[in-house]
């Protein structure tokens, strides 16, 4: 079974540019979780879809936006990029269900110079 | 709101030393608890994960136990070796889809 993917592995943007970060989940699981974590903090939640819908929005400005496409891959959106957005993002994938654990992806290293 | 906490932030062990990295959480309503291993630079790998209504959890050299009432998890590491160095980190499962994220655990295993 393919793990989840995220692509690019990294990816180097100047300030006030986008950036645009991609997903795919495990086969059959419809949740998809964005985090951030800035070096030197922990995991910060960003953003929940599941079927195709934003379900939650962790503590961030709307700059950070994404989607889910019919297929459940994902991708999440930075606008107006500032120096402080470089960071590793991680995906993660769930099938809902309240007792299912989450798996993750290596994550999109973005430095914002 | 979910507060998780761990404790020690960094560990160094000789090889083959058994060792137990703490978890305590101040929410006991969880759905479950999972620990995950992350290399540095790295995406997050998941060793164990325990349902609400279990005690532990084991995989290979590895046990995971969960007191729920007292909000306290233990994941037990039996004879380390150099490969387990890593950043250890529990992540409590809630209801609304939320999971939080202790402050990990940094192990040294020393040859």
């Known amino acids: 079974e393919a793990g989840v993917t995220q692509s690019p592995t990294h990816l180097i943007k100047t300030r006030g540019q986008q950036a645009t970060l991609r997903c795919s989940p495990i086969s059959g699981h419809t949740s998809v979780y964005w985090y951030q974590q800035a070096l030197g903090l922990g995991l910060q939640f960003l953003l929940w879809y599941d079927e195709g819908e934003e379900r939650n929005r962790g503590n961030f400005p709307p700059r950070f936006s994404g989607r889910q496409f019919p297929n459940y891959s994902s991708e999440l959106n930075v606008n107006a990029l500032e120096l402080e957005d470089s960071a590793l993002y991680l995906c993660a994938s769930r099938r809902q269900g309240a007792g299912n654990g989450y798996t993750f992806g290596s994550g999109t290293r973005l430095t914002v110079v | 709101k979910q507060e998780v906490t761990q404790i020690p932030a960094a560990l160094s062990v000789p090889e083959g030393e058994n060792l137990v990295l703490n978890c305590s959480f101040t929410d006991s309503a969880i759905y479950n608890l999972q620990w995950f291993r992350q290399d540095p630079g790295k995406g997050l790998t998941s060793l164990l994960l325990?349902?609400?209504?279990?005690r532990e959890q084991t995989s290979g050299r590895l046990n995971a136990s969960l007191d729920k009432s007292s909000g306290r998890s233990t994941l037990y590491i039996a004879a380390s070796q150099p490969g387990d160095s890593a950043t250890y980190l529990c992540a409590v499962g809630t209801g609304a889809n939320n999971l939080f994220f202790g402050t990990g655990t940094r192990l040294t295993v020393i040859p």
């Open positions: 325990i349902q609400s209504s279990q």
